[in-house]
Nanobody
Framework: QVQLVESGGGLVQPGGSLRLSCAASRSIVSFNAMGWYRQAPGKERELVAAMTSYGSTNYADSVKGRFTISRDNAKNTVYLQMNSLKPEDTAVYFC???????WGQGTQVTISS
């Protein structure tokens, strides 16, 4: 079992940046992949980015070139660097251990002027 705690969300103006963190309660080395999802009001939860234990990444088309997922195995933490933020990036962002039912509680990201 593992607990995931996200942090780093907030209110940012369009064009700004945020870095989200997902701290796991135990080592993430054994997990095949970690991912970030988001859910906007009235919309389904969608995959934003994922990273395998080997370092392979994939991104939603809407965030390619703007978001970067990374992991620090020594700190049991996964990050999501978000640049050039747009109002349509507004959502609750969740961390997940891919291929499992382990989710974080989410962190709110609001992009507004």
């Amino acid at each position: 079992q593992v607990q995931l705690v996200e942090s780093g969300g907030g209110l940012v103006q369009p064009g700004g940046s945020l870095r989200l963190s997902c701290a796991a309660s135990r080592s993430i080395v054994s997990f095949n992949a970690m991912g970030w999802y988001r859910q906007a009001p009235g919309k389904e939860r969608e995959l934003v980015a994922a990273m395998t234990s080997y370092g392979s990444t994939n991104y939603a088309d809407s965030v390619k070139g703007r978001f970067t997922i990374s992991r620090d195995n020594a700190k049991n933490t996964v990050y999501l660097q978000m640049n050039s933020l747009k109002p349509e990036d507004t959502a609750v962002y969740f961390c997940k251990v891919m291929y499992t039912a382990y989710w974080g509680q989410g962190t709110q990201v609001t992009i507004s002027s």
